[in-house]
């Protein structure tokens, strides 16, 4: 078992930054890739980052491309999601998630624990 904590979300205006961190506990971290992805209210969550368990490997959503870094510290069993050129686009409940030796997937049925999500609301 997998627990996943976000946190670092609020409220930012347009054109602002935000970083987001999920720590993990109960397994070894660096076994499992992990994703961020998205959920704004009336839609479906969404994919937007993730990064392979060996941290090599990382992908991104189209609509975050060079806006947002994933990244992650496995000394700290953290990984991170670095938000910046902000738009209200980006108002969305945000999530984490983890995959047992996942090479960093889009897909959300790949990953097998889930964080409670974090409120980020961008003002225009």
């Known amino acids: 078992q997998v627990q996943l904590v976000e946190s670092g979300g609020g409220l930012v205006q347009a054109g602002g930054s935000l970083r987001l961190s999920c720590a993990a506990s109960?397994?070894?971290?660096?076994?499992?890739?992990m994703g961020w992805f998205r959920q704004a209210p009336g839609k479906e969550r969404e994919f937007v980052a993730t990064?392979?368990?060996?941290?090599?490997?990382?992908y991104y959503a189209d609509s975050v491309k060079g806006r947002f870094t994933i990244s992650r510290d496995n000394a700290k069993n953290t990984v991170y999601l670095q938000m910046s050129s902000l738009n209200p686009e980006d108002t969305a409940n945000y999530y984490c998630?983890?995959?047992?030796w996942g090479s960093g997937s889009r897909m959300l049925n790949a990953y097998d624990y889930w964080g409670q999500g974090t409120q980020v609301t961008v003002s225009s």
């Open positions: 990064i392979s368990y060996t941290g090599r490997l990382t």
């Open positions: 109960g397994r070894t971290f660096s076994n499992y890739a």
């Open positions: 998630a983890a995959d047992l």
